[in-house]
């Protein structure tokens, strides 16, 4: 199922994972919030039940859990088993409020799903390989390499503009350049966002996220 956003969407629901056994059913990153409810980071289900076996887990929210089993106990002679929420609330950690809008990290991967993979000179959509990086005001007239000065271009596009800006080549951009800030990125970086994980990161997004256009 893909959400609205793009993103592989997995339904909620309780489902059984034996880790390093045969067959075992997928499974998704494990969102993590401060002890406030701010987003904070995806983990991985092993560095879930590590917070969840150490007693770290503060509040879950969600709709989608899962049953993790390990090994028998020697002296009950019963299976181990931990579950855990697709959203935890770790102890302790308290991010601050402007920890939201600190500027992530700048790669390509994100720069395309920032721009929803369309070209920001001839408007249309391409597959990630068809995509470049392109400097609005390029480096070599002082343009820096930040999510303010990069939009996502085709390689015909980019090649035509060259080492120019939009009003030199002649070339006007289709959309503006943001930052997008930690819960918008936390959705760019993950393309398999459980629905209940979407949901609660989607009401963090900023008004200017192109992730709300429809």
Partial sequence: MLSEHGNSVCEPGRRPIVPGGTGAAPYPWILTLDIRG???RW???????HYYAL?????????????????????????????ANSII????????????????PLNNRELFHRDRQ???????????????????V???????????????????????????????????????????NKAEYLILCNRNILVDQMD???RHLPRQSRLHMP
């Fill in 38 to 40: 701010l987003p904070h």
């Fill in 43 to 49: 983990v991985t289900w092993q560095a879930a039940c």
């Fill in 55 to 83: 007693d770290m887990v503060a509040w879950t929210i969600g709709d989608s859990q899962f049953l993790f089993t390990g090994g028998i106990c020697r002296a009950t002679g019963l299976r181990s088993e931990i579950t």
């Fill in 89 to 104: 609330a770790i102890k302790g950690r308290a991010l601050r409020a402007s920890t939201l809008h600190q500027v992530p």
């Fill in 118 to 136: 369309l070209c920001a000179y001839c408007g249309d959509s391409y597959s990630g390989s068809a995509l470049t990086r392109d400097h609005v």
């Fill in 138 to 180: 390029p480096v070599s007239q002082g343009g820096r390499d930040v999510w303010m000065n990069v939009v996502t271009a085709c390689r015909p596009c980019n090649q035509r503009k060259s080492n120019r800006t939009p009003e030199q080549a002649r070339m006007a951009l289709l959309y503006a350049p943001y930052v997008p």
């Fill in 200 to 202: 609660f990161l989607a």
